[in-house]
């Protein structure tokens, strides 16, 4: 069957195999000790600009497509060494509804880079970054192993400033099902358009423990960094 392109409503697209979390149900890493192998070595991890710009033609940009989603499988979008040149490519041509959606752990680089985004996509209304943050300060780094809270908050607080939209993706876990009022209140106050939470089970029911893997990675197990 062959599909034309240029009647899609949307498309999710994975731009890069690049993470530098180690999050310990991702594909891309084994046990949260090394990258998994399948994924090939890295100069073939980055998708190159040209490629998307011939898949994602301006016209599609345009007319057809309604919604775009980044959201890697293997690794975080933001991290792509040509993001930016990605949203300035579909800023420019976007129609004014477009949707454009991206998924990142939101802890690499500084909030000056995430102020350039924010400033990048501003234009585009219906853009959002979806930072995935799985608790607070005290067990965010539980599951989303080599990232840290405070970079991310500060990232998502400085990419909301600059006219940014922003959104928070909560996993609920055994350690962080606590605090998920109190994470509703510090997205209120820093600007996020909203918080969802998302929960993954066990087989008895309840929300998965990662305690014993958080003691093993701090003793120098696990991702221990």
């Given at each position: 069957?062959?599909?034309?392109?240029?009647?899609?409503?949307?498309?999710?697209?994975?731009?890069?195999?690049?993470?530098?979390?180690?999050?310990?149900?991702?594909?891309?890493?084994?046990?949260?000790?090394?990258?998994?192998?399948?994924?090939?070595?890295?100069?073939?991890?980055?998708?190159?600009?040209?490629?998307?710009?011939?898949?994602?033609?301006?016209?599609?940009?345009?007319?057809s497509l309604k919604k775009i989603i980044f959201n890697g499988?293997?690794?975080?979008?933001?991290?792509?060494?040509?993001?930016?040149?990605?949203?300035?490519?579909?800023?420019?041509?976007?129609?004014?509804?477009?949707?454009?959606?991206?998924?990142?752990?939101?802890?690499?680089?500084?909030?000056?880079?995430?102020?350039?985004?924010?400033?990048?996509?501003?234009?585009?209304?219906?853009?959002?970054?979806?930072?995935?943050?799985?608790?607070?300060?005290?067990?965010?780094?539980?599951?989303?192993?080599?990232?840290?809270?405070?970079?991310?908050?500060?990232?998502?607080?400085?990419?909301?400033?600059?006219?940014?939209?922003?959104?928070?993706?909560?996993?609920?876990?055994?350690?962080?099902?606590?605090?998920?009022?109190?994470?509703?209140?510090?997205?209120?106050?820093?600007?996020?358009?909203?918080?969802?939470?998302?929960?993954?089970?066990?087989?008895?029911?309840?929300?998965?423990?990662?305690?014993?893997?958080?003691?093993?990675?701090?003793?120098?197990?696990?991702?221990?960094?």
């Open positions: 069957m062959i599909i034309d392109k240029n009647k899609l409503d949307w498309i999710q697209i994975d731009i890069t195999a690049r993470c530098q979390a180690m999050c310990l149900e991702c594909a891309r890493n084994i046990e949260g000790k090394e990258v998994n192998p399948d994924i090939n070595t890295a100069d073939t991890w980055d998708m190159p600009l040209e490629v998307f710009q011939k898949a994602v033609t301006p016209n599609m940009l345009k007319n499988n293997f690794g975080d979008p933001c991290i792509h060494p040509d993001f930016l040149n990605f949203c300035q490519y579909i800023v420019d041509h976007a129609h004014e509804d477009l949707k454009f959606n991206v998924s990142t752990n939101g802890a690499m680089f500084k909030p000056e880079y995430w102020t350039k985004v924010g400033k990048l996509l501003s234009p585009l209304k219906n853009h959002s970054i979806i930072f995935g943050i799985d608790g607070l300060s005290d067990t965010h780094h539980i599951y989303r192993r080599n990232t840290k809270y405070e970079d991310v908050i500060n990232n998502a607080k400085a990419f909301i400033d600059a006219g940014g939209y922003a959104d928070w993706q909560y996993i609920i876990f055994d350690h962080n099902k606590h605090q998920t009022e109190e994470a509703k209140q510090i997205a209120k106050e820093l600007g996020f358009n909203d918080i969802f939470f998302k929960g993954l089970k066990n087989e008895e029911g309840g929300a998965r423990n990662f305690t014993k893997a958080a003691d093993k990675h701090k003793s120098g197990g696990i991702g221990a960094k």
